[in-house]
């Protein structure tokens, strides 16, 4: 019996109406019959069904012969900055198959930026504490700080000495 994955998507957000987030169905070896599977969402901390997309709940069939298939998720564009977000897609109740791996991550890039001289860290849209819908909203000050004079020590068994931060 062939095994069902899916894998991580990601989509950049739109300012308004809906894009597409879509996850991708594999199957381990085809298949001579069709294999079916549910994929359901689910909301996270960051993510909001209604808000930031269409909660869906589908049975996906893997045509006979095929290797693949697509499950999509409706994302709702909005003018917030905000970080990146994440949502859940997971399948359950398999036809024909047997899943080896059960759970994806979708992630909605946000394309947002209302603030001058935001930092340049590639990591920040992942720093959800720093925004306005979800923590301290520190970027509207972000230009008038800079924490110049300021020292920091970290006591981490963790510390990544070779970070340009440090």
Same mark, same amino acid.
């Given at each position: 019996?062939?095994?069902?994955? +899916?894998?991580?998507?990601? *989509? !950049?957000?739109?300012?308004? $109406?809906? @894009?597409?987030?879509? %996850? #991708?169905?594999?199957?381990?070896?085809?298949?001579?019959?069709?294999?079916?599977?549910?994929?359901?969402?689910?909301?996270?901390?960051?993510?909001?069904?209604?808000?930031?997309? +269409?909660?869906?709940?589908? *049975? !996906?069939?893997?045509?006979? $012969?095929? @290797?693949?298939?697509? %499950? #999509?998720?409706?994302?709702?564009?909005?003018?917030?900055?905000?970080?990146?977000?994440?949502?859940?897609?997971?399948?359950?109740?398999?036809?024909?198959?047997?899943?080896?791996?059960?759970?994806?991550?979708?992630?909605?890039?946000?394309?947002?930026?209302?603030?001058?001289?935001?930092? #340049?860290?590639?990591?920040?849209?992942?720093?959800?504490?720093?925004?306005?819908?979800?923590?301290?909203?520190?970027?509207?000050?972000?230009?008038?700080?800079?924490?110049?004079?300021?020292?920091?020590?970290?006591?981490?068994?963790?510390?990544?000495?070779?970070?340009?931060?440090?």
């Amino acid at each position: 019996m062939p095994t069902i994955s +899916i894998s991580d998507a990601t *989509v !950049v957000e739109g300012n308004d $109406g809906i @894009t597409n987030l879509v %996850f #991708t169905l594999t199957l381990s070896t085809i298949s001579s019959d069709s294999v079916t599977v549910a994929v359901k969402t689910t909301a996270t901390s960051t993510a909001t069904s209604g808000i930031d997309f +269409i909660a869906a709940n589908s *049975v !996906v069939t893997i045509a006979a $012969g095929q @290797t693949s298939s697509t %499950f #999509t998720v409706q994302v709702l564009g909005d003018l917030l900055f905000e970080p990146t977000e994440v949502l859940y897609a997971t399948l359950s109740n398999p036809s024909g198959g047997v899943i080896a791996d059960a759970k994806a991550i979708g992630r909605i890039v946000d394309n947002d930026s209302p603030y001058k001289n935001l930092p #340049t860290d590639s990591f920040l849209k992942y720093q959800w504490h720093l925004y306005d819908t979800t923590g301290i909203n520190v970027f509207p000050v972000w230009s008038s700080y800079t924490g110049r004079g300021v020292r920091v020590a970290v006591f981490d068994w963790g510390v990544d000495t070779t970070n340009t931060d440090l």
